[in-house]
Nanobody, 125 residues
Framework: VQLVESGGGSVQAGGSLRLSCTYSGYDDSTYCMGWFRQAPGEEREGVAATDSDGITSYADAVKGRLTISVDSAENILFLQMNALKPEDTAMYYC????????????????????WGKGTLVPVSI
């Protein structure tokens, strides 16, 4: 299993960015996938997740601004980020797990089986 994030980069507050996570080695129809982030000096936290039923879950801090989606034909997990704030500054990671059944559960746990190496998103004022 491999997950490789891309699309990070500097952006001004109020701007938009789309992160991509290209994955391989598993059947996404049976996996739960999500985006997590870790700000400097902070613990890693769940941002958005989607499960095999297509149900999505979001952290309260990003609802209405970030959208998770999957292109199963191309094996890419996306995170569309709009109206970015300085507090969104973090390293963003994608992750996948076969055994976590729901996106809500995935959002609240760091026990995902597979992780990418991350992509940095600095948001400036």
């Amino acid at each position: 299993v491999q997950l490789v994030e891309s699309g990070g980069g500097s952006v001004q507050a109020g701007g938009s960015l789309r992160l991509s996570c290209t994955y391989s080695g598993y059947d996404d129809s049976t996996y739960c996938m999500g985006w997590f982030r870790q700000a400097p000096g902070e613990e890693r936290e769940g941002v958005a997740a989607t499960d095999s039923d297509g149900i999505t879950s979001y952290a309260d801090a990003v609802k209405g601004r970030l959208t998770i989606s999957v292109d199963s034909a191309e094996n890419i997990l996306f995170l569309q980020m709009n109206a970015l704030k300085p507090e969104d500054t973090a390293m963003y990671y994608c992750a996948a797990d076969l055994w976590i059944g729901s996106s809500g559960h995935a959002l609240g746990t760091l026990a995902m089986d597979y992780w990418g190496k991350g992509t940095l998103v600095p948001v400036s004022i």
